[in-house]
């Protein structure tokens, strides 16, 4: 029999906090982070405005010594974490070690670091290269890191499944933990892709809102006038537990994790399937795992990023996994405050998840103004909403077609 996987600590930095009762209190108040660019000298670009994590300084985190050594990824994952042990209770003892492990998914890593040294290339050679500039940019340091830090010894990894990354770390930790091989995972995700290549390139796409006149108003998930996502930085790290030891050491429980799915498209390198086959499949294999039925979600934290095609074909995912009840079960995205934070979004939101169980209370979808009517269900419009749900669903979607989902349960000693 498979063990219980509980959530003893979440840590969460991102445009709407550094910390996670900060970030918290501002969703739950519908307040967004979303700004003008400050990173670089972004006038030249359609998009000028992201989810920037704010009065960020690494210096609070690590010697200065270490910064040339690491990307803003890898100092924004290592700062969750800390949020995240601390709310868990959590040194790791020697004797847990081998038994603790941890995996972080981003979608590229250290972005910034490898604009940086390429313009060191092309102004003075290869000689000018850092020669901490792989360890400070591949996608697995940030795992390393922490686990350098922590002390954690066990299973170690990373993903980097575009936008599923870190929500695919989760699920895959879970399931390390369920079968036995650890006992103890600090598992979740991290990006920092706030530079000119990544939003030019994003923007080059047609992905991005170019709404830089109402930077807080420009993330609108399900609006009819929604006309790209804004991209966001962040961290989102979770402390997963067996049941026997999350009770062992009397840590404070949050939520249960119960389900995880995968699915990919087999589609298109970049757009959802069509009729959402993917989201669907991916929610019912979640669903599937965790042993329940869809009339016993009680909520969904959509991918929802406020691009026109993915919103309305999740919608339609959503509709078919929910059959007669899609319109009585809230759905809201905090992309809409958050902007999207790629790899280190399913992180975030599973976190958001487990917030919203523990105090009742479902985030909102913000700047939802003008209904479309492709996008018709009840996605938590602009307020907070107190609700006592036994089961969430978290959503993460991916380019080249690769899907997560999650599912969190109220916490509860019955069951098995």
């Known amino acids: 029999m498979s063990r219980r996987v509980v959530v003893t600590g979440v840590g969460l930095v991102c445009a709407c906090g550094l910390g996670t009762e900060e970030t918290w209190a501002n969703l739950q108040a519908g ?3 979303i700004a003008p ?8 670009y359609d998009c000028r405005i992201a989810g920037e994590v704010k009065s960020f300084d690494p210096l609070n985190w690590m010697e200065k010594k270490e910064l040339k050594k690491t990307g803003r990824f890898i100092q924004l994952a290592l700062a969750a974490t800390d949020f995240a042990m601390r709310m868990a209770g959590y040194t790791i003892p020697p004797e847990d070690a081998e038994r603790t492990g941890v995996f972080v998914g981003s979608g590229i890593g250290g972005f910034d670091v490898i604009e940086r040294e390429h313009e060191k290339l092309l102004k003075g050679g290869p000689g000018r290269i850092s020669p901490f500039f792989i360890p400070a940019s591949i996608v697995n340091l940030a795992a390393g890191h922490i ?4 002390g954690a010894k066990g299973p170690n990894s990373a993903t980097a499944t575009a936008c599923s990354a870190s929500a695919h770390a989760l699920g895959d930790s879970f399931k390390i933990i369920q079968r036995g091989d ?19 390139g994003f923007a080059a796409m047609k992905a991005l809102s ?10 609108r998930p399900f609006d009819a006038d929604r006309d790209g996502f804004v991209v966001g930085e962040g961290s989102g ?3 997963l537990e067996s049941l026997e030891h999350a009770e062992r050491r009397g840590a404070p429980i949050l939520a249960e994790l119960v389900g995880y799915g995968m699915s990919g498209d087999a589609y298109h390198i970049t757009q959802p399937a069509e009729g959402g086959d993917g989201a669907y499949r991916v929610m019912r294999a979640a669903l599937k795992d965790a042993k329940i039925e869809p009339g016993q979600l009680g909520y969904i934290n959509a991918h929802g990023t406020s691009t026109p095609l993915g919103d309305a074909i999740e919608t339609q995912a959503t509709k078919k996994i929910l059959g007669d009840r899609a319109k009585q079960v809230p759905v809201s995205s905090t992309k809409s405050m958050t902007g999207h934070l790629l790899g280190g979004a399913g992180g975030l939101e599973a976190g958001i998840c487990v917030l919203a169980l523990r105090d009742n209370i479902l985030p909102p979808t913000i700047n939802y103004e003008t209904p479309d009517p492709a996008c018709d269900l009840d996605y938590v419009p602009n307020k907070a909403r107190k609700a006592e749900v036994e089961y969430v669903l978290s959503n993460s979607f991916g380019f080249g077609g690769t899907n997560a989902a999650l599912v969190f ?4 000693r019955h069951g098995a």
């Open 31 to 33: 307040r967004s982070g």
């Open 237 to 239: 790290m979770l402390i």
């Open 409 to 412: 349960r109220r916490w509860t």
């Open 37 to 44: 660019i400050t990173h670089f000298d972004a006038t030249a």
């Open 210 to 219: 170019t709404r830089n006149d109402e930077p807080e108003r420009a993330s």
């Open 182 to 200: 650890a006992d103890v995972m600090i598992a979740g995700g991290s990006e920092a892709a706030i530079t000119p290549m990544s939003v030019g």
């Open 147 to 150: 686990s350098i830090r922590h």
